[in-house]
Each structure stands twice: as structure tokens, then as C-alpha cells.
């Protein structure tokens, strides 16, 4: 299942449309699922780059390699706070949706902001290459974009819609950061 979702991800990278489009009757468990399997991927870099410092500190003390508990907790923590961003995003653009005359079902929604956060989740792997992850980033916003024209059926405010939907992407996704520099 994981190998699915993983290929299901990349398939939302190279077609974003065609794939928006097939995936119509994904619920919103399998988009918890798919949210969560793609949050594993920040949670385990953070993991290593964690335990990586700790060890390359304690390789004078000629330690062996060690997985404290407050990486293994600050691990969990990200995971989990991606998880509630995503949700509070979905939530948002569901409440500023309904004023605007848009289909705003929560699995829409959901579906929306899911696949907006692949590319940036997906950057995770590719961290190591310098500004990489503000291509990612600019690609996300352009995939919000696309899957925002399926809950938007009346185009009369879909500038605001959008303008206010990626203030909310771009703020929220600086929260986090913020936090997990605390974390």
C-alpha cells in the first residue's frame, strides 16, 4: 500500500490534472492515509538529520549510534502537526469556499490541499540540493491552483478564492516551520 501511494504521489507530480480528474471517488480515509504515508517522509529526514548530528557530536566519545527519545518524540510531533495543518487548511478553504458559491465538501477540500502538500512533502527527499525545495514550493501552489478549479464550479470570485487560499498555504506552511524550529 505504501508503494501505491508513493507511486500514486508521483503520478500527482508528472499529471497533476489527469490524475485530479481519476481520482474522484478517493474518501476522505484514503486521503488520511495518503496525507499520512507522504507526512512519514519529512518525519523520517527529520529523524536521521536528528540522529545524524547526534551521533557525528558523540563521535569523539566513541559512542555507538544511539536514537534518543526526544528525536523518536520530535519525529512524531512533526508527522502530527502536518497532519493538522493539512486538516486546518481543508478546513479553511472549506469555511471561505461557502460565501464565494463554491462546492465545498470537506472531501474536496481535502482532496485539494492534499494533493497541493505532494510536491512539498515529496521535497524531503530531495532536501540535499540547494533551493530545490522553493521549486517545490512554487509547484505546490500551482497544483493548488489546478485542484482548486474542481471545488470552484462558479468562476465569479476565483481570484480572491485563490489569492485567499495560498495566503492560507504559504502562512500555515511558515507556522510549521516555525514551530519545528522550537520542537
Not at 490541499?113 to 512533502?121: G, N
Request: glycine share 2%.
Amino acid at each position: 500500500m505504501i508503494l501505491e501511494i508513493l507511486r500514486h504521489a508521483i503520478q500527482i507530480m508528472l499529471y497533476p490534472k489527469k490524475t485530479l480528474r481519476k481520482d474522484k471517488h478517493m474518501g476522505k480515509h484514503m486521503l488520511t492515509v495518503y496525507v499520512g504515508v507522504l507526512a512519514l517522509i519529512p518525519a523520517i529526514s527529520r529523524f536521521l538529520d536528528t540522529s545524524i548530528v547526534h551521533v557525528i557530536e558523540n563521535a569523539e566519545e566513541k559512542t555507538r549510534f544511539v536514537v534518543s527519545m526526544d528525536v523518536i518524540i520530535n519525529s512524531f510531533i512533526y508527522l502530527v502537526l502536518i497532519m493538522v495543518i493539512v486538516w486546518i487548511i481543508a478546513a479553511l478553504i472549506r469555511i471561505f469556499a461557502k460565501p464565494m458559491a463554491a462546492n465545498s465538501s470537506m472531501n474536496a477540500c481535502l482532496k485539494t490541499v492534499a494533493y497541493a502538500f505532494t510536491p512539498i512533502l515529496l521535497s524531503f527527499i530531495f532536501g540535499w540540493i540547494p533551493f530545490i525545495g522553493v521549486f517545490f514550493a512554487l509547484y505546490a501552489i500551482i497544483l493548488l491552483i489546478w485542484a482548486i478549479n474542481h471545488i470552484l464550479r462558479p468562476k465569479k470570485m476565483a481570484f480572491w478564492f485563490y489569492l485567499m487560499s495560498i495566503m492560507f498555504f504559504v502562512f500555515l506552511q511558515m507556522v510549521l516551520e516555525y514551530i519545528m524550529t522550537f520542537v
